[in-house]
Structure formats: C-alpha cells, structure tokens
C-alpha cells in the first residue's frame, strides 16, 4: 500500500542563511495526528575530482557542529537557479583551483530524510586543469592530495566519517 | 595548520521532539565574526540485515521533508542512555521482525556535518531468527527483501537515494 501523510498545518520556526525551520502538522494514515520538524536546505554538490595520476583531493575543514576539523570533498551549496553540474565546477575551482574539464554525475543523495529535505548531488570531475583558489575571505581548509586507496583507508579506519566524501569515494572504487 | 571557530555567543531557537536549533556566534581565524545555525540531533543507527539467502531488508516509508516515499535501511533514534548496538538490535527486531544474533559495526557517518552534528551508526546484523515486529502504532511502513545486487541497481537507477542506505550497501559489496 502507499503511505502517505497530509499536512493539516504548518509554521514556520526560523528563517535562516543555510536552512530553515518549519513544523508541520500531519495526518496519519490511522487518524492520528503528529508534528513533524522539517529542516529545510536549498540543496548542494559534492566534488570527486581525480587527477592523472589516479589521485583524488580533499579538503579539512573546521566543523562547528563537530567542534573539529573534518576531512570531506570539496563541496558547496547551490546558489538560486544554479544548475548543480554549473555549482560543481565553480566549487571546484574555487575550493581547489582546479577546472574540471569533464563532469558526470555519479549520485543524488538526501542525507537526513527523516528531518531534512536536504539533497547532495556527486559529480565525478576529470580532465582538471591547474587555474587558482578563490575562496570566500571567511572560509578556511586545507586541500589533501591522496591516492583513492589511502582515502578508502581512512573510511575503513575512522578519519573519513562524513556521508557524501563515502559514498563519492565508494561509488567510484565500486565502479572501477 | 589547525583551523578553528571560536564560540562567542549562543542562542537556543528551537527545541524538539527530534531536532534543536541553536545559532552560534563564531569567531574566525582572520578575526571576522560569523554565525553557524546548528540542528542538534540525537544519532541514530541503521541497520544492514542479510539472510540466509543473502538478500537485505529495506523499508519503504512515507518521507514528510520530500513528500514521497523512500527505500531505506531499517534505522531509528537513540534513546536516551542507550548504546548503538542495542539500539540496532532493537530497531531491527521492531520494524522487520527479526532478533539478530551476530552484529558488527560497519561504520559512523555524519550526515549533514555543515549544519548538524547527527552521526548514524551503521550496522551489519547476521544470523537472524524470526520474532515479530512491534512498531509504534503511528509507525507505517512496508518490508521489502531483496538481493544486493537488486538494491545495488536500485542505487544506480536513482530508486534509492538515503545517504545511510547507500553506505551500508556499498561497505557491503566492497567487502564481500
């Protein structure tokens, strides 16, 4: 049978620069009624971008909701009406400096379903050509240079927790 | 170096049966400040359970944030006090009807770790013996069994989405 929930109310909770908050209120499929917390995001893109000599690169950044520095591929958010293909390469160079020649996707993931409307799109980037890091005055990382065994090492061993850099790296080991 | 974000304020915004919101006033590493909006979470676990046959269980469950149904690996919240394995145990027992006998960690992601701090404990559950399930009574949702190499395709034709879903998949494959 299909499942399904219908919203009988809504508020808005928090407007702010990356997400927003709403509570919806639900109808159930037994006559019950519930509240669901929806945080809403406009969506990203996640880079795997590997260059000839088989190597992938990473960023560490400090993340506040971690209070630490997390290893991740470089990444963005869409801005209004961006295509994510467009979001990727300007993420890229501006993260990494480098420009993709060639992008494909690999996965749209949504990485909180139950709370969040969140969606990451991975693209693979190849054919990088050297051109310069222009990042935004407040953002700080370090870009890491690894072959795509070691980055598989470091999910299987606990420095690599964050869900988009596994299933980008998985996604491509599995493929190749 | 070591880059970091001083906390220099903090409000509370929010406060849920499954999410929090606070936003914090950082300082940066160049002197600027800025803000971080921050849904704080619980964790939860998801739950990879093969069969004697090699075949997963997936539920499919109405998604409130993308108004569709999703595929996704059996999964559920920490409850206070409690230890991921048991809750693994425990949520696969509630929503599939089955006491897994053999449990190992696969993996800790961080779904979202721009904006929050939720981690999903990833387990493989092994050697199941059939119980009953005892879901929530607003709780809906279908089981499904299938191969892996079905939900494998089902990740290659954008049939599954679900960020953990797709991670304990391809651990798997990768694997085995």
Do not use: W
């Not at 006559?31 to 590997?50: C, D, F, K, Q, Y």
């Not at 996707?105 to 310069?132: C, V």
Request: aromatic share 6%; hydrophobic share 40%.
């Amino acid at each position: 049978m299909k499942h399904s929930e219908k919203t009988i109310g809504t508020k808005k909770i928090f407007k702010g620069k990356i997400i927003n908050l709403r509570v919806d209120n639900v109808l159930l499929e037994n006559g019950n009624t519930s509240t669901r917390e929806i945080v809403e995001h406009n969506g990203g893109v996640a880079i795997l971008a590997i260059n000839k000599n088989g190597n992938v690169f990473l960023v560490k950044q400090f993340r506040k909701p971690f209070e630490k520095e997390l290893i991740e591929l470089p990444a963005g958010k869409l801005e209004s009406g961006e295509k994510p293909e467009e979001c990727a390469i300007r993420e890229l160079e501006e993260e990494i400096g480098y420009k993709a020649n060639k992008i494909e996707k690999l996965n749209s993931i949504y990485t909180s379903p139950g709370f969040s409307n969140e969606i990451i799109h991975i693209f693979l980037a190849l054919d990088l050509q050297k051109t310069k890091i222009h990042r935004d005055e407040n953002e700080f990382m370090d870009v890491i240079e690894i072959s795509l065994e070691e980055a598989k090492k470091m999910i299987d061993t606990g420095q690599i927790h964050d869900a988009k850099t596994i299933i980008g790296i998985l996604s491509f080991l599995l493929k190749n």
